[in-house]
């Protein structure tokens, strides 16, 4: 099985991509959602924990305190809140613990400015921390506040944290990883699924183009290429009943033309036979009579001359048209045919001397005079007749210095009973003589072309294989 | 001046080629069915006939065989034209010369002198090699003593080949001498003759002594 090229495996690809980045960016977008939500939880709650604890101890240890504070009271409330932590009272801070210079100024001016316990996270040596501020306020009896002036802060690692985010990220990357494949898969499935109706289609289409009419695809299921499916087996039903109806008419009209041509030849012996008698007994009319047997007698030899022609091209269409090749001198067979015409002043033969070659004589002969009748007829003197001949090929070429063929007219000269003008209908042709010419030429696996001289004049060239060979022999027609 | 008989069966053609026969010299007689001709043949022997090979009933073939069986005489028959299979089987069937239809009577005619004239010749003495005895004086042929019964045509063929034994003649040549066609004669007549020729002067037609075929050129007589 050949996929086509282009556009059909474009097709596929096209496919491919769509549904893997469909999945992978729908699997991805679910996975760094899950991840972005867990994350922010994670660190809500680290927060919120981190906060409750430090305000808790905060708010404890408060009423103890000596206000304004002293260096005692500072490290005492910092060792209260533990860990990581630093107190400051305008300019003063505890001994020890955290270093100042790593909290943030919008954190501080935070804290100093506000009542509550403010949150900020950094990366410090790589490090996130959470840090947490919050002023010292005091609660008078009667329930006011007051700012004390000492601003609490301290630090919680949050590497653990960090981890865990980190895991949750991976695990999300890994799950978008694992989908690819699967997707990959999937999609090579569906595209497959979706694609195989589309070949076999093609496949038919093409089958029917090379006119195997008898093409077609089996539908599969009821979806929209079924319909398709079934769409183009009617096409081609259709086309194939046309074909065979024309095929029958085409072969029917053959037939017809070879039945009636067959039919006029036994009137035609006899009207051939007394039509010679009759000839010799003109001297004894009157002159009317005279004229008229000799038309009855020109017109029987035009007649005879149609019907034999209408069936020796019923012959080319039946197939029965028979080559007997002979080894032969084509030049002898020229020089014969022009002689036995009366044609040899006429014409100039440009050949060599002799010229073996393998083919039938008779059917040859009848090509080259009517080549050479039509250019003796319709062109203008010198008519020269050219034959040579390659290793391999024959070729015999008849040119006259008439005005030449018409463009209009070079596409159809071997149509039967093409007339070129109306002035040639009466030239004694069967207008079937081209068309027998180049039949005879292809019978014998060569071929017959029209064109003109760059000289002006037509010019036919018949090619034909050097040794020409007999169709194997077929069972005998009846 | 020639006694023919016209075998055919369509009135009008049959008609037709009398007259025309007749104005030029012959004396035609016609019979409209092979059982017929045979019958008239009998009772009256004709120098030739022509034979269309369409009839109704014994066909043309049958009816040139029966012909062959019972003598010498001529038969030039008429055929369709490039219907190969019934030139085929009325050489096969002993026919000398074939004419097209629809057939000139002037090209019958010369085609019915030229079989006739076949009977004759310019006699040059008896030619002899080894058993085949050529009297070409009483045109007569015998092999080891025994007569050989040779229409026309087979004797033209026998005397033009060995008139000069060991020379080659190509079928042209051959059906120009003895046929008298023209350049586009069939060249099939020539090969015909040469075989109904072998069968009654050949020890074993399959290996000629007499009639020998040259490859690719033609036939030539012996040498022997």
């Known amino acids: 099985m050949t996929d086509g090229p282009g556009r059909f495996r474009g097709l596929r690809a096209r496919l491919l991509v769509a549904f893997v980045l469909v999945t992978v960016l729908g699997a991805a977008a679910a996975a760094w959602t899950g991840a972005v939500l867990a994350r922010n939880a994670l660190l809500e709650e680290s927060r919120r924990q981190a906060a409750t604890t430090i305000g808790g101890r905060v708010t404890a240890v408060a009423p103890t305190l000596d206000l304004p504070p002293d260096q005692v009271t500072l490290d005492r409330l910092r060792d209260a809140v533990g860990g990581r932590a630093l107190v400051v009272h305008e300019n003063r801070t505890s001994a020890r613990g955290l270093d100042a210079g790593v909290l943030p100024d919008e954190l501080r001016a935070a804290v100093r400015g506000g009542d509550r316990i403010v949150t900020q996270r950094v990366v410090a040596d790589g490090t996130p921390w959470l840090l947490v501020g919050t002023p010292l306020v005091t609660t008078a009896p009667d329930g006011a506040r007051t700012p004390s002036g000492i601003e609490v802060y301290a630090a919680r690692d949050l590497a653990d944290v960090q981890r865990q985010i980190d895991g949750l990220t991976t695990r999300a990357l890994a799950t978008a990883a694992i989908v690819l494949p699967l997707a990959i898969v999937l999609a090579l499935l569906a595209a497959r699924s979706v694609l195989r109706p589309v070949r076999d289609l093609r496949d038919t289409a093409r089958r029917l183009a090379d006119g195997d009419l008898g093409a077609r695809s089996p539908p599969r299921g009821s979806d929209e290429l079924a319909d398709l499916t079934l769409t183009v087996n009617r096409m081609a039903g259709s086309v194939q009943t046309s074909m065979e109806a024309m095929r029958r008419m085409e072969a029917d009209a053959r037939r017809f033309a070879a039945d009636v041509s067959h039919e006029l030849r036994t009137p035609l012996a006899t009207l051939t036979a007394v039509m010679e008698v009759l000839d010799g007994a003109t001297d004894d009319l009157d002159r009317d009579a005279r004229e008229a047997a000799e038309l009855a007698i020109a017109e029987t030899h035009r007649l005879v001359r149609l019907v034999e022609d209408l069936m020796e091209v019923s012959r080319f269409d039946a197939g029965t048209a028979r080559l007997r090749v002979e080894d032969a001198d084509a030049t002898a067979v020229v020089r014969e045919t022009l002689r036995a015409r009366g044609w040899t002043d006429q014409v100039r033969v440009d050949a060599p001397e002799h010229l073996p070659a393998r083919f039938d004589r008779r059917r040859i002969d009848v090509v080259v005079a009517n080549l050479v009748g039509n250019a003796l007829r319709h062109g203008r003197q010198p008519v020269r007749v050219g034959v040579c001949a390659s290793a391999d090929t024959l070729r015999i070429e008849v040119s006259d210095r008439g005005p030449g063929l018409p463009d209009d007219v070079i596409g159809h000269v071997f149509d039967r009973f093409y007339k070129a003008d109306a002035a040639r209908v009466r030239s004694g042709g069967s207008g079937l003589g081209l068309a027998i010419a180049r039949e005879n030429a292809r019978l014998h696996g060569g071929d017959l072309t029209a064109g003109n001289d760059d000289g002006g004049g037509a010019r036919f060239v018949l090619t034909l294989p050097r040794q020409a060979r007999e169709p194997a022999p077929r069972e005998e027609e009846t | ?224």
Not at chain 2, 165 to 173: A, E, H, K, Y
Not at chain 2, 195 to 207: H, I
Request: net charge negative.
């Open chain 2, 1 to 224: 001046m020639a006694s023919v008989l016209l075998i055919e069966d369509d009135p009008s053609v049959r008609r037709g080629l009398q007259l025309a026969l007749s104005r030029h010299g012959h004396d035609a007689r016609t019979a409209g069915s092979g059982e017929d001709g045979l019958r008239e043949f009998r009772t009256h022997p004709p120098d030739l006939v022509v034979l269309d090979l369409m009839l109704p009933g014994m066909d043309g073939f049958a009816v040139c065989r029966r012909l062959r069986e019972a003598g010498e005489v001529p038969v030039i028959m008429l055929t369709a034209r490039g219907d190969d299979a019934d030139v085929v089987g009325g050489l096969e069937a002993g026919a000398d010369d074939y004419v097209v239809k629809p057939v000139q009577p002037a090209v019958l005619d010369a085609r019915i002198r030229a079989v006739l004239r076949r009977g004759t010749s310019a006699p040059d003495g008896v030619r002899v090699y080894r058993d085949l005895r050529i009297d070409t004086a009483a045109l007569t042929v015998t092999l080891a003593g025994e007569p050989v019964a040779l229409t026309p045509t087979e004797l033209r063929l026998l005397l033009t080949l060995s008139r000069s034994p060991g020379r080659v003649l190509s079928r042209q040549q051959l059906l120009e001498e003895v046929w008298e066609h023209g350049y586009l004669g069939d060249s099939r007549l020539v090969d015909n003759g040469v075989q109904r020729l072998r069968a009654k002067v050949e020890e074993n037609p399959a290996a000629p002594e007499y009639v020998q075929t040259v490859r690719g050129f033609g036939y030539r007589f012996g040498p022997v």
